[in-house]
């Protein structure tokens, strides 16, 4: 699971690179934007979705505590 906290970014007309943590925070920094460079339209931008592709998870099956099975070790340390 993708643990994220929600963000809010400025898009204007170079590369938006800080995430905010707050809407608020977004639009102050918009407006900041907007009055330094009249004409120019800065958008906020806020995450919706995340997205990761996971080739193998690995899920522990044994409760806490369990004890392991001990098999002999074979001469390459391969169990069977």
């Given at each position: 699971m993708i643990s994220m906290n929600l963000?809010?970014?400025v898009h204007g007309d170079g590369p938006a690179n800080h995430r905010h943590g707050s809407r608020a925070?977004?639009?102050t920094e918009a407006e900041r934007l907007a009055r330094?460079?009249?004409g120019k339209v800065f958008v906020v931008l806020e995450a919706v979705e995340a997205v990761r592709k996971i080739d193998v998870e690995r899920v522990e099956l044994r409760q806490p505590g369990a004890r392991t099975p001990q098999w002999p070790a074979a001469p390459d340390d391969i169990p069977f």
């Open positions: 963000f809010w970014m925070s977004a639009v330094a460079n009249p």
